[in-house]
């Protein structure tokens, strides 16, 4: 359980600190999702380097880019450890790609959020089980929604909590963190892909826009999967 007085600590503590205290309160049910992202490079550095019981984690939605599974496996052999993968539902995937087509994510917003929550929403649901908290890389500036989200909350839907320790970090906070202690990062980073997703559904983004405008950018609907919607 997460007191007033562990929370109030926890807003004080940088990352590395944070983590370390979580990893001691939780041993055996603290989890991070990662997507691979730079920030999310950054807690599996602090979680492995470290050596925090921390179970480590992935999604594998089938759509991913090549560069996702070449820094996974570059991320096993530096760490010398694994990252566990959960994929979606077989049958879950072949009836909405039978009943509605394999890009059916481009017609609708609704046939979109379906998509995610198939291969997202419910690997990460089966991720989660048994775990008291959830560690996230997410950043306030990253989006609108995320903006005001704090270091440590219940989630109430899944009965858990959640853990952002780089949620007051900026951006450039992160490249210096990658570049100081030697991170290894997607590739696609260099190419404009700042925020990437399944590959299908992300473009490269050019100076000025949003880190997150590459996401579903034929939507003009809230740039979120379902993961981290409140």
């Known amino acids: 359980m997460i007191s007033k007085e562990d929370a109030d600590i926890l807003k004080q503590l940088s990352a590395e600190e944070g983590l370390k205290f ?8 603290a989890v991070f999702s990662t997507s691979l992202g730079q920030e999310d490079q950054v807690i599996t550095d602090i979680i492995f380097r470290n050596k ?15 560069e996702h599974y070449e820094l996974l496996s570059q991320n096993n052999a530096r760490y010398k450890t694994k990252t566990e993968v959960y994929f979606p539902d077989p049958s879950d995937v072949e009836k909405y790609v039978n009943e509605k087509g394999i890009n059916a994510f481009y017609h ?14 419910k690997p990460l649901n089966r ?3 048994n775990a008291e908290i959830w560690i996230t890389g997410l950043r306030s500036e990253q989006s ?5 989200m704090p270091v440590i909350e219940w ?6 909590y959640k853990y952002n320790p780089l949620i007051n970090w900026n951006y450039q906070q992160v490249l210096v963190y990658l570049q100081q202690n030697k991170v290894q990062e997607l590739s696609l980073h260099k190419k404009g892909f700042i925020s990437v997703g399944c590959q299908p559904c992300t473009r490269p983004i050019v100076e000025g826009e949003n ?5 579903w950018w034929w939507e003009d609907s809230q740039k979120e999967c379902g993961l981290h919607t409140h």
Do not use: H, M, Q
Not at 22 to 29: C, G, L, V
Not at 109 to 121: D, L, S, Y
Not at 211 to 215: E, F, K, L, Q
């Open 155 to 160: 989630d109430e839907e899944r009965k858990l």
């Open 22 to 29: 979580i990893s001691s309160k939780f041993p055996e049910t």
């Open 144 to 148: 609108e929604n995320r903006e005001n």
């Open 211 to 215: 880190p997150r405008a590459g996401r």
């Open 108 to 121: 609708s917003v609704e046939n979109r959020k379906e998509c995610c929550f198939i291969r997202k929403v």
């Open 52 to 66: 925090l019981p921390i179970k480590v984690f992935t999604l594998d939605t089938g759509r991913l880019f090549y």
């Open 127 to 129: 991720a989660l089980e």
